[in-house]
């Protein structure tokens, strides 16, 4: 057994978990008429109320038991320090400096006169762009940006354009592209003019299949109409910590924004991979997504355990994953804008916690990152509810809920009851008595995190709010939640298939089933 289900704090949650296992949430509100309010967090204009959990005030102090046998107040520490965490790339994890303030940060290898000059040029662009004056090599207007790259360069510029599309300012509408299937880039470019078409391609490495594919076709589809000299070149910016590579496909060098080492992929939209949420919603509003993100970074910094939002839904989804056996999470923004959440959420916590070998290169017996899901309410209603509701699994579920939007509607009102109707049914259920296919269990747990409005100032607190989670539950289950070598290894091994595929190579070494595969694919003409 690992030191973690051996450890004090570990075995004094097993014990607590049978005491409480035959509570419900009826009873446990019953018991106490202050819950509601004892049970709630206010962080960087959020409000997460958490009453709703099959937890009591000593489920939640042997919880933060746990948090601190982790040395989580050291970790974050660590982290803002600019210590290398991420151990086995032997690389800081510093994007919360790209939403700093600070003069000079970390203490240890100050990276600010970096952020600020890439910032700086990020605004020049984004001017240029959006007053027309970026030109297309026939000296047209731009009037239409395509965003080409996959996961983090892609899900995170891809979200917060969506959730941001009530403050776009005048300038070119934005596009994003990221399957290597070519009907993705198709269906972008329809009824686009080449001549007045841009291309942003974001690759960290440069290396990327899908990313290199797509903008590769991208840029035949420039020589076509424009011609092959350096027409498509003036069509081009890049986001990478590879310039050369960027200037091999002929990005012109003053076009080619950085990246860093110390910045993973899935937390990146705050550097220039977030230009095209720049490019939708204006400069300002981009710098105002900072500034809701670093009010969060101060209060998973400063605060106590117990009283610290992202640590508190990391501990609550520790709770279930490893104490009732849950195995997922589902994820349900009451915002249409929203609806790309879900998808976001799900690569930042299953990407990064998604591990089976602890940070001393141990396997794990513990289960670790549930399965991340979700889709926007009031659909989602009408398509998985009535699993959550009667059905024989317990998911934990986030309801995102927005207090109003611009017009106040009723719509926006109808939106809030049923976002609050869902969270109340899954809590206390409906009885039926005398018709049991009617009756609702209920005592099934959630969150519900609320936004007064849908600013990018909450959107800013809100993406950092489950970064800050993300990682603090790495640290309670020992792991680390900065690489992802799982992913590695398959693109590895898909560049060692494709040749065999497209040339007919030799297929010694398969195993049968892919061997048998190649057979019919080769076949199928």
Excluded at 120 to 138: A, I, N
Aim: charged share 20%; proline share 6%.
């Amino acid at each position: 057994m690992s030191k973690l289900t051996l450890s004090p704090a570990w075995k004094a949650l097993a014990a607590h978990r049978k005491k409480i296992a035959a509570a419900n949430l009826a009873d446990l509100f019953a018991a106490d008429p202050s819950r509601a309010e004892r049970f709630l967090i206010e962080a960087g204009g959020l409000v997460l109320d958490y009453s709703k959990h099959r937890v009591d005030a000593e489920a939640m102090r042997l919880l933060a038991g746990l948090a601190a046998q982790a040395q989580l107040p050291r970790w974050i520490a660590s982290m803002f320090a600019g210590d290398p965490i991420n151990s086995t790339e032997a690389r800081a994890v510093l994007h919360v400096a790209l939403r700093s303030e600070d003069t000079t940060f970390p203490e240890r290898g100050d990276v600010m006169p970096a952020v600020r000059s890439a910032r700086e040029r990020m605004r020049r662009f984004v001017d240029e762009v959006q007053r027309g004056t970026l030109k297309g090599s026939d000296g047209r207007t731009i009037t239409d940006v395509v965003n080409i790259g996959i996961g983090g360069s892609d899900l995170g510029p891809r979200m917060l354009a969506r959730a941001m599309r009530k403050f776009r300012e005048a300038g070119p509408k934005v596009h994003f592209v990221s399957n290597i299937d070519p009907a993705d880039l198709e269906a972008a470019l329809a009824g686009l003019t080449p001549g007045t078409t841009f291309f942003i391609v974001a690759s960290k490495t440069f290396t990327t299949a899908e990313t290199l594919a797509n903008a590769a076709r991208a840029r035949a589809w420039l020589a076509s109409a424009l011609g092959n000299s350096n027409g498509p070149s003036r069509h081009f910016a890049a986001v990478t910590a590879n310039p050369a590579g960027a200037e091999a496909l002929g990005v012109p060098p003053e076009r080619v924004f950085p990246m860093w080492d110390w910045v993973g992929g899935r937390y990146s939209v705050w550097s220039a991979v977030g230009l095209p949420v720049a490019l939708a919603a204006g400069m300002s509003a981009f710098e105002e997504l900072l500034h809701g993100a670093r009010a969060m970074d101060a209060h998973f910094r400063n605060e106590p355990l117990e009283l610290n939002m992202p640590v508190v839904l990391a501990l609550l989804e520790i709770w279930y994953v490893n104490f009732f056996g849950a195995q997922t999470r589902a994820v349900i923004p009451y915002s249409e804008d929203l609806r790309d959440l879900p998808a976001y959420l799900q690569q930042l916590e299953m990407e990064s916690n998604g591990k089976r070998v602890d940070r001393d290169g141990n396997e794990v017996d513990y289960a670790t990152a549930p399965v991340v899901w979700g889709a926007s309410g009031t659909p989602s209603q009408h398509s998985f509810h009535q699993l959550l509701h009667q059905g024989t699994h317990l998911i934990p579920v986030d309801f995102i809920v927005i207090g109003r939007n611009e017009e106040s509607s009723a719509e926006q009102g109808a939106l809030v009851a049923n976002a609050l109707a869902q969270s109340a049914a899954l809590a206390f259920g409906n009885p039926a008595p005398d018709a049991p296919y009617k009756a609702l269990p209920g005592n099934r747990p959630s969150s519900t995190v609320l936004l007064e409005r849908l600013t990018p100032r909450a959107l800013g607190a809100l993406i950092a709010l489950h970064e800050h989670k993300v990682f603090a539950e790495g640290v309670i289950w020992n792991l680390n939640s900065f690489d992802q070598w799982g992913v590695e290894h398959g693109k590895n091994l898909a560049r060692t298939l494709l040749p065999r595929l497209l040339e007919g190579g030799d297929t010694a070494g398969l195993d049968a089933s892919t061997r048998g595969l190649f057979a019919r694919l080769r076949n199928r003409d």
